[in-house]
Every structure is written in C-alpha cells, then in structure tokens.
C-alpha cells in the first residue's frame, strides 16, 4: 500500500526557515524520482522541487535559491528545506512521485503558514 507521511510543517514568520521531511512506503523507492508539492487556498496543487534517482534537482521559479529538496535511498525519505519563507509560501505541503496526478495517491499534507 503506497503511502506517504510529511511533517514538519508550522507558522513560521517571514524570511524564516522550516524543514519539511517525507516517509515513503509502498513504492520502489529508489527507481522514482521525488517531489514535493504545495497547494495554496483557493488554488491548485503546484509543483515545487523534484529531484531524480540520481540526485539532480530542479525547482520552480518561485522557491530557485530558497528551497532544498533532498532524498535518503536507505531511509526512503525526501526532505525539503525552506529559507527566506515568505507569505506566499502559505499552503499544504504534499511528497509524491515526481509527475503524479490527481489519481495518484496523497498523503495528508503538512500545513505551512508564513505570516508575521
């Protein structure tokens, strides 16, 4: 049963740091690359940093130079640091397989909230 569980998430004022982490079950770890994901109120699920098997990352445009995605094959685990947090970073974080769809399952979110 595929099954993620994020924590780490809080209130946070702005240009502060948080460090999100990620258990993955279920799935072939090592042969996904990884995400992480984060849905505004009132807005759809945006793609914030995947990073491959291999390691190499990429982010939106949004968080370049902010965040830090991370991934630990023998922990199954993905991380994702966040610094210089600003309000529109409000939202619930989500991990999944890089390119998941809304068939895809989701855990329940980690709660992120920027304000001073």
């Known amino acids: 049963q595929v099954q993620f569980v994020e924590s780490g998430g809080g209130l946070v004022q702005p240009g502060g740091s948080l460090r999100l982490s990620c258990a993955a079950s279920?799935?072939?770890?090592?042969?996904?690359?990884m995400a992480w994901y984060r849905q505004a109120p009132g807005n759809q699920r945006e793609l914030v940093a995947t990073?491959?098997?291999?390691?190499?990352?990429s982010y939106a445009d949004s968080v370049k130079g902010r965040f830090t995605i991370s991934r630990d094959n023998a922990k199954n685990t993905v991380a994702l640091q966040m610094n210089s947090l600003k309000p529109d970073d409000t939202g619930v974080y989500y991990c999944?397989?890089?390119?998941?769809?809304?068939?895809?399952?989701w855990g329940q979110g980690t709660q992120v909230t920027v304000s001073p």
């Open positions: 990073i491959s098997r291999s390691g190499r990352t």
């Open positions: 279920g799935i072939n770890f090592r042969t996904n690359a």
């Open positions: 999944n397989i890089a390119n998941a769809g809304p068939t895809n399952y």
